[in-house]
Nanobody
Framework: QVQLVESGGGLVQAGGSLRLSCAAS????????MGWFRQAPGKERERVAL????????GYPDSVLGRFTISRDNDPTTVYLQMNSLKPEDTAVYYC???????????????WGQGTQVTVSS
């Protein structure tokens, strides 16, 4: 089992920045791919970024490319999402995920955090 706890969400004005954190606990965490998905009211869940044990983040959609950066510390395992130049359309609940299989779709990630709300005002 893997437990994921997100923090860092909140209310920010357009153009501002936020940094989300996801603290992971459990066994064999280095074997898990991790990442962030988001879901806004009335919209489909969207992938934001993914990362393996090491290396750069991957899987950024065009909507966040160049503005968001995922990173990972491995002792203890914590995944971060640095969000810059935020826009009102970034408003959503952001979820941290972990899974043994790399996938660009959310259904392959077995473990999810509780979510953290990000609200960007115009």
């Amino acid at each position: 089992q893997v437990q994921l706890v997100e923090s860092g969400g909140g209310l920010v004005q357009a153009g501002g920045s936020l940094r989300l954190s996801c603290a992971a606990s459990g066994r064999a965490l280095r074997t898990y791919f991790m990442g962030w998905f988001r879901q806004a009211p009335g919209k489909e869940r969207e992938r934001v970024a993914l990362i393996g044990w090491s290396g750069p983040g991957i899987g950024y959609p065009d909507s966040v490319l160049g503005r968001f950066t995922i990173s990972r510390d491995n002792d203890p395992t914590t995944v971060y999402l640095q969000m810059n130049s935020l826009k009102p359309e970034d408003t959503a609940v952001y979820y941290c995920v972990a899974g043994l299989t790399f996938s660009k779709t959310s259904d392959q990630y077995e473990f999810w955090g509780q979510g953290t709300q990000v609200t960007v005002s115009s």
